[in-house]
């Protein structure tokens, strides 16, 4: 029963900061500490429920992109989803070959989440002073694609604040624009991350829980729905600072308990 709650609990934080700018891999890495460590093929499975629930909600705007290429808009727009996807993949690709590997250990994972923060707090005071556009220009697809390899590398970046905030930096100032532009990036290039670790941890497979796996992927698919749909209506009204604060914070206890354990 006991690992039943912390299948739950994995796929609860799992889809609480997969789209949240708080970083997921973070939060997963920090939550293995006290419950339990999980194969990489258990964290795949339930980072693909994530990705589904983000299909679901956006598969009104991805029909209606595929399906009416005649016009330009709708062309253009593709063009830059496609360009942004494949500098991450080929930036992801050139870290993988030069041995660059995510770090595990608690201090890095604290201090890029307080970093993070402070960025956030920083880029919407530079923000509020511009203008609001909705316009995503080819500086905004470079801009995105490029920072996404940044969450590839440093647990606690988060793929989403990255990818949310160099869109605005680069001129998508509406936040709903620049995190529709973000998530809808973050589609295929989490479905090719996932393709990719599924590859690496198939050997695994003989040995995986797969009722836990199950249940992780529902509940991180649900969770994710949920916090998706919130974190939609609240960017209408608010700015990100929430987030920010709650990086900071939480950051800084996690960098007091590392220092303190040893």
């Keep these: 029963m006991t690992d039943l709650w912390h299948t739950i609990a994995f796929g609860i934080i799992e889809g609480i900061t997969e789209f949240l700018p708080i970083s997921s891999t973070g939060h997963l890495l920090i939550a293995e500490r006290w419950l339990g460590e999980r194969s990489e093929l258990f964290i795949v499975g339930i980072q693909a429920g994530a990705i589904l629930a983000v299909l679901f909600i956006y598969w009104q705007r991805l029909v209606t992109l595929f399906t009416h290429l005649g016009q330009r808009a709708n062309r253009d727009y593709l063009a830059k989803l496609t360009v942004a996807f494949l500098i991450t993949a080929l930036g992801s ?20 989440l307080i970093i993070g923060g402070i960025a956030i707090l920083i880029i919407e005071r530079v923000v509020a002073g511009r203008a609001l556009s909705t316009d995503v220009s080819w500086k905004v697809a470079f801009w995105v694609g490029a ?58 497979a003989a040995d995986e829980d797969w009722g836990a796996l199950a249940i992780g992927f529902v509940v991180s698919g649900i969770v994710a729905f949920i916090a998706v749909k919130w974190l939609l209506g609240y960017i209408q009204s608010h700015r990100f600072t929430l987030f920010a604060w709650y990086r900071i914070v939480f950051g800084a206890g996690v960098l007091a308990l590392a220092l303190w354990r040893n």
């Design 93 to 112: 690709f050139i870290a993988t070959r030069h041995g660059f590997k995510l770090p595990d250990s608690l201090p890095p994972i604290a201090l890029a």
């Design 147 to 204: 920072c996404q390899i940044l969450a590839a590398v440093f647990p606690g970046t988060s793929r989403s604040a990255a990818t949310i905030f160099a869109a605005m930096l680069a001129g998508l100032t509406a936040r709903p624009a620049a995190t529709e532009f973000a998530f809808l990036v973050g589609i295929p290039t989490m479905f090719a991350a996932t393709g990719y670790e599924l590859l690496k941890t198939r050997g695994e």
